[in-house]
């Protein structure tokens, strides 16, 4: 992914065969970790595009963390009875406000790879890629990463803030966005559909009643499809990788006063914005969206 040579000049040369196995989905090694604590993570993908029966190749992955600096996240608070939205601000819950996920360089199964950073600098994520990987016979592909030490307000009442990634694992890199179906392109999307949230609820022209995904507008432009002309959700459809930060409850207890979950404290959930996805998950050639468009 570097290179757009590497990127789009590869081609496969394992044999595939069909898959005997169960597969999971694209989520990280370590899902959940106390406040103050930096964490040598991965990104796993445990399987390529579909069908399940024959499962594509996997090229490269492209991921998103919320960003509170650039962009306005979408945040829930769970107080017991189900997430509402609220409009405080990130920094009533938690610091750092950006760079939640930060790329290593090397030692990761992909060749070429960047950082994703918005316009301050701020590090928002990374794609890595240049390597097809048949995963009908092996394991997980993982990329490397460390998740901040996030470190939770002393004078909220969360006893817990979850990070919602947006991920797009890509097939076929060749295939752009908009013409893209899971046989390309797998997305692992945030979809915000929890009371209060503007707009929601998100979903598609068609809606998928077996899997209680509403008809209604797209979230962001990366929501994932089944078909071509997308209007059936895909796999990964409102299926995101998520990363928890539990309160340190010795050396940072709760205020006094707190009501949720019957005095436990508050879950907070954090959604990237439908623009920071928009923006940021196609893969440039420089950091900061510029230069060569390499897959969006």
């Not at 929601?200 to 008809?215: E, L, M, N, Y």
């Not at 459809?237 to 019957?262: D, E, I």
């Amino acid at each position: 992914m570097t290179h757009k040579p590497l990127f789009f000049g590869m081609v496969a040369i394992a044999t595939f065969v069909a898959s005997q196995a169960a597969f999971a989905h694209t989520r990280l090694e370590t899902a959940t970790a106390v406040e103050g604590t930096r964490v040598h993570n991965y990104v796993n993908i445990s399987h390529g595009c579909p069908p399940a029966t024959a499962r594509k190749p996997s090229f490269g992955t492209s991921v998103v963390f919320p960003n509170a600096i650039s962009y306005t996240p979408i945040i829930g608070v769970d107080s017991g009875a189900g997430k509402v939205y609220t409009t405080n601000a990130a920094n009533t819950y938690y610091s750092p406000l950006a760079g939640i996920a930060v790329m290593i360089n090397g030692g990761g199964a992909f060749p070429s790879g960047n950082m994703k950073v918005d316009a301050a600098g701020n590090k928002d994520g990374f794609w890595a890629g240049g390597k097809y990987y048949d995963q009908t016979i092996s394991t997980y592909v993982q990329s490397p990463f460390y998740t901040a030490a996030v470190t939770i307000a002393k004078a909220s009442c969360a006893r817990s803030v979850t990070f919602y990634a947006a991920i797009a694992d890509v097939c076929e890199p060749s295939v752009s966005s908009t013409t893209a179906t899971d046989e390309q392109v797998l997305y692992w999307a945030p979809i915000p559909n929890f009371s209060g949230v503007p707009g929601q609820p998100f979903g598609t022209a068609k809606g998928d009643a077996a899997r209680s995904i509403p008809v209604g507008p797209k979230f962001s432009n990366y929501d994932g499809y089944q078909d071509a002309a997308h209007t059936i959700p895909g796999d990964g459809w409102g299926s995101p990788a998520t990363y928890k930060v539990t309160r340190n409850l010795t050396t940072n207890p709760l205020p006094s006063g707190c009501t949720g979950n019957n005095g436990a404290g508050d879950d907070i959930h954090v959604y990237p914005s439908a623009n920071q996805i928009n923006v940021e998950l196609p893969v440039y050639e420089k950091p900061n969206q510029t230069g060569e468009v390499y897959w969006q």
